[in-house]
């Protein structure tokens, strides 16, 4: 029940998040900002219109906008919120979502590739080049949690014996996660300085240009599934961080959110002092994460001596 | 075994019947296929009833009144049987269209004459009990898969390639019969159960000439260099069957001689955990980078067996440390994989044979846009991509799910086995995204998008036989990714029966069987709804069809898109230590430039360093030799006779 | 909770990644900066130092005077000074150097477990860190074409040898003698280069390791 509650919640909350960073950005920069609600009158907007499509494109192109909303919310209901457990849970979860994602993007590139644009390929070809950084990253954290906890589904990681949280014994080596895992989050959602979200240039973008043909409630499918990739990231590594009170559900959840929110203030405050890379220095960002994950890995063999 | 041997002639009989009427095209071809499906048919039930068998049969014959020959049909050899016969009946009803030249009459009875005695080789390779009986077949196999190779002979290119392909796979025999004389000469036993009496030390030996040996005919890396150009020279529907069986017969040769050795020691499952990942990553990173459709699946096919290899090395590495359940689930997934790669590569093989056949063209860069013109090859591709890819919810998945459970547990070794574990899942998962890259590289350019030459705007879909054979493989990639079980349920036995065990975790299995289903089923049913969903935001809505937007550029042509090896590029670069990129750029100069041109093409480390380090060496060194071959037939003969008189002398004197 | 001495060990491994894939110079030297402290803390951390309150804290400010601010703040100076360009100019590249620090960091794992120090059973990442700090040094001098990225190779080595001297001293106070004694040396070694960068740079126009090849006979 409080999962199902929490799930509600989560969902009625992603665009209003996803808005969240828009106003740390101009709250920093010393603007007003848009209101908070301003993607659910996006999303209004965009579901009252029709859609054009190109000549040039095929069903998958009209098949992607599903897939890229389907596999997140797969991914939401395996995920455990706030110290409840998931809605559905098996070993090898972790696995399964992880490759769902990916089936989303193969879609994603493929209908980018479909529209016949030079400018959509190359969103696609970095896409599909970054992702695979990304994905040795994310399983080189689920090697970790393998060794710390035996199990290999979200439901489990945090729960039992050994959680993994980062207020245990393993919390030195879980902040390296926390950091590698908040780099990826930056990375597969198209964040700065892997991408910027707000570039006026179509020949700098990855995300934004591969969705450049998609209009109406297509558009608007495509963006609701990646404001809650972005919000399963970070529940994912709010979940790490989150301390878990025993016997009082609703002070986690309530911790949980703030955690959430300041995961999303972060990835807004990133936005505001860095700049974007150069695409040739990307590799390395992503790389880094990696070695955050690998060398914590290598730490375990030391610590649980 | 009498079913299975009459299978066999069935399906040897439809050579020599090709060759009897290869003068009426239809008839000539209609017979072949018919003896070599009844037969593979035939074949594939009696494989499937051994399954389970609790007593292999067997069967024994005395060649030439010397060499005995013996075979034996145990769940192992049942098991490789079915994609043997499996993609052999599909192949045969998939080449009636596919070989409609009636102008090379002869040549595709040719083609059906070795293609019979290529399957027949492969179904006594896998049941042969004796070296002897494992040599003939083998070198059968290799004969029959030359041939066929050189189906279009006048290109030089393919010439090279049969030649390549000869060379390997006749020096990789070299090693095996090495490894033969080394087991009888120790034990004097013909039977391949007496590599179990080897001392350790020899054991090693004898295993690192077999792995070397089928690794060579596997396609491991450094060993793999035939494979690209004998699978892109070969006819579309024998590279699905190569790459999707022949090359298993490796795989078969190491899991067979692996557990005959009977062995305890790490170092096996290491040799093969460390070629696995070599083999997988750089197998992958190569096939992103090529631009021919035929050798890129080649390449793909060096990755599937490096993910194969690492779920045996995984494995090896579980019995030798006493963990029985993670060896069980790593080696059910590469069984699995190796029936699944079967599958799907073999249709993506069928498609990419359909596309050059309604194109005639086969670099990914000149085609585009083929989804509109050949709607069914599309979506049958696409199927396969999907499946290649490990994507739930279809087969590809299922396999490397099970060597992923197996090698999580594999988290819990310490030290160098640590670490080997470690990187055989991240290298699955590098694997797994590099496999997408190349995969949406293939499909982007070919099927979507526009037409990029006139070549790829004027195409014909593929016929019935063709469509057919497509159909049911893009099926059962789906069916065992929805529905496991099916298939998971009679591995488990084989695999049971060759870790010499009883207590399978079949309720853990049949568990996990129901979590991809589960899971799958989820997926879809959420896709269906959110499908349902967006037709009815649509409902009366205002749909239009418009030229895409060029982003503010309005002259675009269809040579503007993004092709493959521009695709690919930037993960080429990065992967550029290891997959060395050639460029040949002519460049403009002067006030009046001539036309440029710019040239790229990925190298093989493994084909340049043996290019440049064993081939170009030997023969310059024969070229000194060169004066022994005149052409004087007289000395000839003196040669014949020095050879005689000297090879007496040895004897008597020694 | 988070054990402080792990953590900050942790830390300094980080350091080391990220001065390896460190493009910038300022963002090295502020690396080698913090670096600088965290290492200078560690040694007051691990046990109960002899001596009175008073000289221990004076002995820590100085430490992480010179290591945080003293030294880093010449390295800014000389680059300010001879106007060296932003860039860090690579041997080898970021992406394998990140992958060679992860190789260095397993081996120094590696080797520091088949060293069984009993008295450092409650600190098992202090050795690692210390050979991590000193063979990436090592990787940074050959690594790197500028002159001043080399005096940071140096500086990390001193970090490392640091380190390892904190663990091998019995006695926190005859480790400072040493480590005041290095101290001196390395800040000595600063100016001069300083002074010989200038003189480089005055020469050639550039700070570049690679022009001193030109001066061997």
């Given at each position: 029940m409080q999962t199902v509650i929490l799930i509600i919640i989560s969902l009625l909350i992603i665009p209003v998040l996803a808005a969240f960073i828009k106003k740390v950005k101009a709250l920093l920069t010393g603007k007003q900002g848009p209101p908070l609600l301003i993607k659910y009158y996006t999303l209004v907007k965009l579901f009252a219109k029709g859609s054009v499509y190109s000549t040039?494109?095929?069903f998958i192109f009209r098949f992607m906008p599903v897939v890229a909303l389907a596999a997140p919310l797969m991914a939401l209901l395996f995920l455990p919120l706030a110290g409840a457990p998931a809605l559905l849970s098996f070993a090898g979860d972790a696995i399964l979502i992880f490759y769902l994602l990916g089936l989303a993007r193969f879609f994603t590139v493929c209908a980018a590739l479909d529209t016949a644009s030079p400018f959509e390929g190359m969103g696609a070809s970095r896409e599909a080049f970054f992702s695979v950084l990304s994905e040795a990253t994310l399983f080189m954290v689920l090697v970790l949690f393998y060794r710390i906890n035996g199990s290999l589904s979200f439901s489990s990681y945090f729960q039992?014996?050994?959680?993994?949280?980062?207020?245990?014994?393993e919390g030195t080596l879980l902040l390296l996660v926390v950091a590698a895992l908040f780099m990826v989050l930056l990375a597969e959602n198209a964040r700065v300085p892997v991408d910027d979200p707000a570039t006026h240039l179509e020949l700098t973008m990855i995300h934004e240009v591969m969705i450049l043909d998609h209009s109406g409630p297509d558009l608007a499918l495509i963006e609701l599934g990646a404001w809650t990739k972005l919000y399963f990231y970070a529940a994912f590594i709010a979940n790490i961080m989150t301390p878990i009170y025993p016997g009082k559900p609703w002070a986690t959840a309530l911790v949980f959110l703030l955690i959430i929110v300041f995961i999303y203030f972060a990835v807004g405050l990133v936005e505001s002092i860095t700049a974007r890379s150069k695409m040739n220095l990307v590799p390395k960002f992503i790389l880094t994460s990696f070695s955050f994950a690998f060398f914590a890995t290598i730490l375990t063999m030391e610590l649980t001596r | 075994m009498n079913p299975f041997f009459f299978s066999l002639l069935c399906i040897v009989l439809g050579g020599p019947l090709a060759l009897l009427f290869h003068n009426n095209s239809k008839f000539g071809k209609l017979l072949p296929v018919m003896a070599i499906s009844g037969g593979s048919l035939g074949g594939l039930v009696t494989a499937l009833q051994h399954f389970t068998a609790p007593q292999p049969p067997t069967a024994e014959f005395l060649w030439l009144d010397w060499f005995p020959l013996a075979f034996r049909l145990d769940p192992l050899s049942a098991f490789f049987l079915v994609p043997v016969f499996g993609i052999a009946l599909l192949a045969a009803i998939y080449s009636f269209d596919y070989l409609d030249n009636p102008a090379k009459g002869l040549r595709t009875a040719a083609n059906y004459f070795f293609f019979s005695l290529l399957i027949a080789a492969m179904g006594l390779v896998v049941c042969a009990d004796n070296i002897l009986a494992l040599a003939l077949a083998w070198e059968l196999m290799s004969i029959a898969s030359c041939f066929l190779v050189l189906?279009?002979?006048?290109l030089k290119e393919n010439r090279q390639a049969a030649y390549i392909f000869f060379i390997f796979t006749q020096a990789g025999a070299m090693f095996l019969f090495a490894a033969f004389g080394l087991l009888y000469a120790q034990t004097g036993s013909v039977s391949l159960a007496a590599a179990a009496g080897l001392s350790d030390g020899l054991k090693l030996t004898f295993f690192l000439l077999c792995f070397i040996g089928f690794g060579s005919k596997a396609g491991i890396f450094p060993l793999h260099i035939w494979l690209p150009h004998a699978h892109s020279a070969a006819p579309s529907h024998i590279s699905a069957f190569m790459s999707g069986v022949m090359i298993k017969m490796g795989i078969y040769g190491i899991v067979r001689f692996y557990f005959l050795l009977n062995v305890e020691s790490v170092v096996y499952g290491q040799i093969v955990l460390f070629a696995g990942i070599i083999s997988g990553v750089l197998g992958i990173i190569y096939a992103a980078g090529q631009n021919h459709i035929k050798r890129m699946l080649a390449y793909s096919s060096i990755e599937n067996i490096g993910i194969i290899l690492i779920g045996m090395g995984m494995g090896m590495l579980g019995a030798a440390a006493g963990k029985k359940e993670l060896a069980f689930w790593c080696f059910t997934g590469a069984l699995l994989h190796v029936l699944n790669h079967a599958i799907f590569k073999s249709l993506l093989f069928m498609g990419a044979g359909s596309v050059i056949h309604g194109t005639?063209?086969?670099a990914i860069d000149r085609l585009g846009g083929l989804m509109k013109g050949m709607k069914f090859t599309g979506i049958a591709f696409l199927t396969g991509a999907l499946s290649i890819c490990a994507l739930?919810?279809?087969?590809g998945f299922v396999s490397e799910f099970l060597i992923y459970s197996g090698a999580f547990s594999g988290s819990s070794f310490e030290g160098w086995d640590f670490i080997l574990a470690a990187l055989a899942i991240v290298s699955l998962a590098v694997i797994g995204g590099l496999a997408l890259l190349c995969f949406t590289k293939a499909v982007g350019t070919v099927f979507l998008g526009e037409p990029r030459t006139v070549q790829a705007e004027k195409v014909h879909e593929c016929g019935r036989c063709m469509r057919l054979s497509m159909t049911l493989l893009a099926c059962f990639c789906l069916v065992i990714g929805l529905f496991p079980a099916i298939v998971v349920e009679p591995l488990a036995a084989v695999t049971g029966a060759l870790l010499k065990t009883n207590d399978i975790p079949m309720g853990d299995l049949l568990a996990f069987c129901d979590n991809i289903t589960l899971g799958a089923i989820l997926f879809l049913g959420l896709t269906i709804v959110l499908m349902i969903l967006r037709s009815w935001l649509y409902r009366g809505k205002q749909v239009d069809a418009a030229p895409t937007w060029g982003c503010g550029f309005t002259?675009?042509?269809?040579?503007?898109q993004y092709t493959g090896t521009s695709f690919a590029a930037p993960a080429l670069e990065f992967f550029g230590p290891v997959a060395p990129l050639r460029e040949e750029y002519t460049g403009l100069d002067g006030p009046f430039p001539k036309p440029s041109s710019y040239q790229s093409k990925p190298q093989d480390l493994a084909e340049e360093t043996a290019t440049i380090g064993v081939a170009l060496p030997i023969f310059r060194a024969l070229k000194r030799l060169r004066w022994i071959q005149h052409g004087n037939i007289q000395l000839y003969i003196a040669y014949i006779v020095v050879a005689i008189i000297l090879s007496i002398l040895i004897t008597f004197l020694v | 909770m988070i054990p402080l001495v792990d953590s900050l060990l942790a830390l300094v491994f980080l350091t080391v990644l990220f001065s390896l894939n460190c493009h910038r110079l300022l963002g090295l030297i502020r690396i080698m900066a913090i670096q600088g402290i965290i290492v200078s803390l560690i040694p007051f951390l691990l046990e109960k130092p002899e001596g009175t309150l008073l000289v221990n804290v004076g002995v820590l400010l100085v430490i992480v005077i010179v290591k945080g601010l003293i030294i880093p703040g010449m390295l800014l100076f000389a680059i300010r000074k001879v106007q060296i360009r932003k860039e860090v100019e690579p041997i080898i590249s970021y992406n394998a150097s990140i992958f060679i620090g992860l190789l260095v960091i397993y081996v120094s794992v590696l080797i520091s477990g088949r060293m069984h120090l009993t008295a450092l059973s409650s600190y098992p990442l202090l050795l690692p860190a210390a050979f991590t700090a000193l063979a990436a040094g090592l990787f940074l001098l050959m690594a790197r074409r500028k002159a001043i990225t080399q005096i940071i190779g140096y500086l990390m080595m001193e970090n490392g040898i640091y380190l390892a001297g904190a663990v091998l001293a019995k006695h926190a106070r005859t480790q400072h003698i040493v480590e005041f004694g290095i101290l001196l040396d390395l800040l000595v070694g600063v100016m001069i280069m300083g002074i010989i960068l200038h003189r480089i740079n005055h020469s050639y126009d550039d700070a570049d390791t690679t022009f001193l090849e030109q001066l061997k006979d």
């Open positions: 040039s494109t095929t039992g014996n050994n959680p993994i949280n980062l207020w245990s014994a | 189906y279009d002979y006048e005639g063209t086969a739930p919810p279809f087969n002259r675009a042509t269809p040579r503007i | -």
